[in-house]
């Protein structure tokens, strides 16, 4: 064999880069979050959290019965009225204190949310724990300037928010609804949701060491049945609910004629629409960004790919190619691109999604690639010759699956792209600033991003048009929700 072709030959690969959850202070189990300190459940149960990339128990966590929800409302209304009494300057202190204690015990939040979850690490390091800290940052800083948020109007708390997250981003879900809720006055009681409930846990102890005033924040764990309860309880002011818009629909029901304020952050089918001017390099990046980011598990993911006719086979071919490179495996990898599917059930509800794909006739691709025997993985795949009536252009998949359409012209790009009952998010890619500017002013989305995908920020107003919801979390107009306004 010649030099020239043992050097060919050489196939650089990646030494696997485990990061240690060995420092990582898990308990064996939790109870409920009431009043400053765990409780065991009056009339709950325990049950085990999994790791969805090895099937293993990582704790037994209480979840909690009717009796329990309304111990922590009551415990929420108690402590109200004296948070809410505090200076705004008092509140920020302590929501400074929370966020700073999110950065101490980053590392260690960031695996026990790769572990409870099964996204990779790099995410959670790099994604939700900053961003979680950086929410409880900007919210201390709005606490004593409330009323600026509002145009210098008057501004007092509703009281008692009851608040619902899914386990898509657990902490990030848990720091988008607390810090603002907080920051203005309110008390909270959370339900993470059943699979992931451990940062959540993590977050109350954080609140202890903080010195939080008991009660102004409770995290009870359960599973929908909580959840449906907690929003059906008297002696609650306020509901916000992040979750499908099935159950989303529910709880507007169960609140019709209570005059409870709502704010709702659904589903989505967001569009990433790719013009031929488009650097297209980094577009494949975007839409690599827009869809496998948390393996689809993203509201906001860019899961409908439009691309331009004239490019589209060039883009799919640059992206066939950079999917067959996603590193598919162990969350705890410092190397992995995609993790562990959330939980068994959303692995059937993507493989029956794809299924219905393939039978009405889009054609499949997915990556083929080693998955490990224990947990639940699901291969990087793509749909092409997708009709817009396909079940795969039309409902939300929730995982690591992009159906591509084609589109002529702007104002057909435009159609295609509204053509859904969502409205959350949208990706435009082209190097013409007028044609972004006017392409996402005809969007009906609550965010575009233009020549990126899922950035988020905290300043940053996020949420949806249509069956996507409505109400914003973030920046100043995050404020809203949690306010009063006279
Ligand atoms: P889900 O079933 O609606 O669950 C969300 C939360 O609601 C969980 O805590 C869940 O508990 C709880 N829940 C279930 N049934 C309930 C009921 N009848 N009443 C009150 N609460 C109830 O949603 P998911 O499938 O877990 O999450 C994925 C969905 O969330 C996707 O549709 C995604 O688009 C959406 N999402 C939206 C955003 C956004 O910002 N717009 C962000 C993330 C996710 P259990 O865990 O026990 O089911
Ligand atoms: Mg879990």
Avoid at 187 to 211: D, G, M, Y
Wanted: with cysteine; hydrophobic share 45%.
């Amino acid at each position: 064999m010649s030099t020239q072709e043992t050097r060919t030959r050489i196939v650089w690969d990646y030494a696997p880069a485990p990061e240690s959850p060995e420092h990582v202070r898990l308990r064996d189990s939790y109870g409920l979050f009431i009043d400053g300190d765990f409780r065991a459940p009056l009339d709950g149960t325990m049950v085990p959290s999994i790791n969805p990339a090895s099937e293993e128990t990582l704790a037994e966590v209480a979840f909690a019965g009717e009796e329990d929800l309304r111990r922590a409302v009551d415990a929420a209304r108690a402590a109200q009225p004296g948070w809410a009494a505090l200076s705004g300057l008092e509140r920020g202190k302590y929501l400074f204190r929370i966020a700073r204690l999110i950065q101490e015990r980053a590392r260690e939040l960031a695996i026990v949310e790769s572990m409870d979850g099964g996204k990779p690490i790099r995410e959670s390091r790099d994604v939700d724990v900053p961003l979680a800290a950086a929410h409880f940052f900007h919210y201390a800083g709005w606490a004593d300037k409330l009323s600026y948020g509002v145009a210098g109007r008057d501004v007092a708390p509703h009281g008692v928010a009851a608040q619902i997250v899914p386990w898509n981003f657990p902490l990030l879900m848990a720091a988008w609804k607390l810090a603002p809720a907080l920051a203005c006055g309110n008390t909270a009681v959370l339900k993470p949701a059943e699979t992931t409930p451990l940062t959540a846990l993590f977050l109350a102890e954080i609140c202890q060491e903080a010195e939080l005033p008991p009660g102004v924040v409770q995290v009870v764990p359960g599973d929908g049945s909580a959840g449906a309860a907690l929003v059906r309880q008297p002696g609650i002011d306020k509901v916000a609910f992040t979750g499908s818009t099935g159950v989303g629909k529910d709880i507007q029901a169960a609140l019709a004629g209570r005059g409870i304020p709502l704010t709702l952050e659904l589903g989505g089918k967001s569009a990433n629409v790719i013009f031929e001017d488009a650097a297209l390099d980094q577009a494949v990046e975007g839409i690599v960004n827009g869809i496998f980011f948390n393996q689809g598990h993203v509201c906001c993911a860019g899961s409908r790919l439009l691309i331009q006719e004239s490019v589209a086979d060039v883009v799919i071919g640059k992206l066939w190619e950079r999917m067959g490179r996603l590193r598919v495996g162990d969350p705890l990898d410092k190397n992995t691109d995609v993790g562990a599917i959330n939980s068994r059930e959303q692995l059937t509800r993507i493989q029956e999604l794809v299924s219905a794909g393939e039978e009405e006739g889009a054609v499949r691709r997915s990556v083929a690639c080693e998955l490990p025997e224990r947990g639940w993985w699901f291969a990087p795949t793509i749909f092409t010759e997708v009709a817009p009536a396909h079940r795969i252009a039309v409902e939300e998949i929730f995982g690591p699956v992009v159906s591509v359409l084609t589109f002529r012209t702007q104002a057909e790009a435009i159609q295609k792209a509204n053509n859904s009952a969502y409205g959350l998010a949208a990706g435009i890619w082209t190097d013409k600033g007028a044609k972004a500017f006017e392409v996402a002013s005809a969007l009906q989305a609550g965010v575009v991003w233009q020549n990126t995908y899922n950035h988020f920020d905290p300043t940053a107003a996020f949420g949806g048009y249509k069956e996507s919801g409505f109400g914003r979390e973030g920046g100043p107009a995050g404020l809203r929700a949690y306010l009063k306004v006279s």
